[in-house]
């Protein structure tokens, strides 16, 4: 997780930098940050207070990493910001305040989006929604913007410093509505496919292997259905897999009454 967001920041600080879209998309690819949100409304579901709290830490340190990293970027930026002209068009779009409700617009149908990828077994959907929601720019830009804002008036004249951290600020407003967003449109989808928690003795905790051909990176989660009782359960080993959660902790829950996942009134 470490090096995807350490790669995923840097790929996107060089799209905002040099104003290049396509860069900045490319980037999404790479960023994990998507994984743990779901492990947090996966976790609300199932009433996994561990699961809640690994995913919720998980998240927290990829986004102090992500953030660190556009301010670390920002340093041997800060020289040639003038003649990059910045902030370029895509650093100054994501510090506008209309941004928010933009982004507000397409995280709601984002969460609904990865939502649906993992009750329908579609994994490869996560992809698209990732691009869509875009959490990991917001965040770089974040730092880039301010680390940028004092190294700038020593290098150029004529730098509006306030202008640059309010960018910053709204950059990473814009991050907190995707998310807050996504979890609870996400959060509805699953209350509407019906997924609720069950306390009971599940050897599905345990059964699973830690590696399986059958989870790979483009089937990584399974919600086969027992249709006589219509009971559907995630592979520890799939839901590890997008959510960045270790096996060793979602095993540790073996032997325990735990959350199970099940569906009441129709097969996901």
Same mark, same amino acid.
């Given at each position: 997780? !470490?090096? $995807? ?8 600080? !060089?799209?905002?930098?040099? $104003? ?8 999404? &690819? ?15 579901? %199932?009433? *996994?207070?561990? =699961?809640?709290?690994? @995913?919720?830490? @998980?998240?927290?340190i990829g986004v102090f990493l992500t953030w660190l990293m556009g301010a670390l970027i920002a340093i041997p930026w800060a020289p040639f910001g003038e003649a990059y002209e910045f902030p370029t068009g895509q650093m100054d779009s994501r510090g506008q305040y209309s941004a928010l409700l933009e982004g507000f617009?397409?995280? =709601? /149908? ?6 649906? %990828?993992?009750?329908? $077994? ?7 929604? %990732? ?9 770089? $830009? ?14 150029? *004249? ?17 991050? &907190?509505?995707? =998310? ?16 609720? /928690? ?8 345990? *059964?699973? /292997?830690? @590696? ?7 089937? %990584?989660?399974?919600?086969?259905? #027992? ?16 959510? #960045? !959660? /270790? ?11 735990? @959350? ?9």
């Amino acid at each position: 997780m !470490v090096l $995807n967001i350490i790669i995923a920041s840097v790929i996107s600080a !060089v799209g905002l930098a040099t $104003n290049s879209p396509v860069t900045v998309v490319a980037s999404m &690819l790479v960023s994990p940050l998507m994984g743990s949100i779901l492990g947090f409304t996966f976790a609300t579901i %199932a009433r *996994d207070r561990k =699961l809640a709290i690994r @995913s919720i830490y @998980s998240h927290a340190i990829g986004v102090f990493l992500t953030w660190l990293m556009g301010a670390l970027i920002a340093i041997p930026w800060a020289p040639f910001g003038e003649a990059y002209e910045f902030p370029t068009g895509q650093m100054d779009s994501r510090g506008q305040y209309s941004a928010l409700l933009e982004g507000f617009a397409v995280a =709601l /149908p984002s969460g609904f989006g990865v939502a649906l %990828a993992v009750v329908g $077994n579609q994994v490869n959907s996560l992809v698209g929604v %990732a691009i869509s929601a875009a959490l990991l720019p917001p965040i770089v $830009n974040s730092g880039m913007c301010f680390v940028y804002a004092f190294l700038a008036p020593v290098f150029h *004249d004529f730098v509006d410093r306030d202008y640059f951290l309010r960018i910053s600020a709204v950059s990473f407003a814009l991050f &907190l509505v995707n =998310l807050f967003t996504i979890y609870l449109s996400a959060l509805l989808m699953f209350k509407i496919k019906s997924l609720a /928690p069950t306390n009971t003795k599940s050897p599905f905790w345990t *059964d699973q /292997p830690v @590696s399986t051909s059958k989870f790979t990176s483009t089937n %990584a989660l399974n919600f086969g259905g #027992n249709f006589g009782g219509l009971k559907s359960s995630m592979s520890l080993a799939g839901f590890a897999q997008v959510t #960045n !959660v /270790p096996m060793g902790m979602l095993n540790s829950q073996a032997g325990r009454s735990t @959350s199970e996942v099940v569906t009441a009134g129709s097969a996901v």
